[in-house]
T-cell receptor, first 118, second 111 residues
Framework: EAQVTQNPRYLITVTGKKLTVTCSQNMNHEYMSWYRQDPGLGLRQIYYSMNVEVTDKGDVPEGYKVSRKEKRNFPLILESPSPNQTSLYFC?????????????????FGPGTRLLVL | GESVGLHLPTLSVQEGDNSIINCAYSNSASDYFIWYKQESGKGPQFIIDIRSNMDKRQGQRVTVLLNKTVKHLSLQIAATQPGDSAVYFCAETYNFNKFYFGSGTKLNVKP
């Protein structure tokens, strides 16, 4: 089954304690991305990656790091979490084609990771 | 940064009626647009997309309209069903790099 998995699904932590949220996809997709979702703000892109070892900042990258050492994995790292990073996080992956072909470049989203930073 | 917004944050419709959800985008260079549906407790799910060289695209019960002149996107759902109740997001991108999402419209379908 094609899917994007995230772990953990729920996490409560304290300010300053480094954490990593893992993301893995089994569809051999080139494009992967992290988003955070906050009430009234929709989804905002944190980082994205167009292939192995290629990452770039999204709209809200401050306080986050990512790495793309393998095609299937795209972990999100919070080196020193702060309360304003309390949010719902989604990982997504997609086949990549420029220009996009309708119907094929849909981003598959993971189930989400709910993070609370105290 | 970019802004992708919605005119109606909440929409209530009667089962069987047609629904129209609107979205305004700000980047005239955006070349690809997607509508997503998000049910409670789940990640967004692709509904339909459209490239900037098209004005209209139809799927099963859904139609997306793109008006590049006024930078407006709409999602039409025909014969709305209770299972359509969810939050709907539009998203835009240029050259499949960054994605910008709207803040979402909640669709309530009354039986």
């Amino acid at each position: 089954e094609a899917q994007v998995t995230q772990n953990p699904r729920y996490l409560i932590t304290v300010t300053g304690k480094k954490l990593t949220v893992t993301c893995s996809q089994n569809m051999n997709h080139e494009y992967m991305s992290w988003y955070r979702q906050d009430p009234g703000l929709g989804l905002r892109q944190i980082y994205y990656s167009m292939n192995v070892e290629v990452t770039d900042k999204g709209d809200v990258p401050e306080g986050y790091k990512v790495s793309r050492k393998e095609k299937r994995n795209f972990p999100l790292i919070l080196e020193s979490p702060s309360p304003n990073q309390t949010s719902l996080y989604f990982c997504a992956s997609s086949q990549l084609s420029v220009p996009p072909t309708s119907g094929e470049e849909t981003q598959y989203f993971g189930p989400g990771t709910r993070l609370l930073v105290l | 940064g970019e802004s992708v917004g919605l005119h109606l944050p909440t929409l209530s419709v009667q089962e069987g009626d047609n629904s129209i959800i609107n979205c305004a985008y700000s980047n005239s260079a955006s070349d690809y647009f997607i509508w997503y549906k998000q049910e409670s407790g789940k990640g967004p799910q692709f509904i339909i997309d459209i490239r900037s060289n098209m004005d209209k695209r139809q799927g099963q019960r859904v139609t997306v309209l793109l008006n590049k002149t006024v930078k407006h996107l709409s999602l039409q759902i025909a014969a709305t069903q209770p299972g359509d109740s969810a939050v709907y997001f539009c998203a835009e991108t240029y050259n499949f790099n960054k994605f910008y999402f709207g803040s979402g419209t909640k669709l309530n379908v009354k039986p």
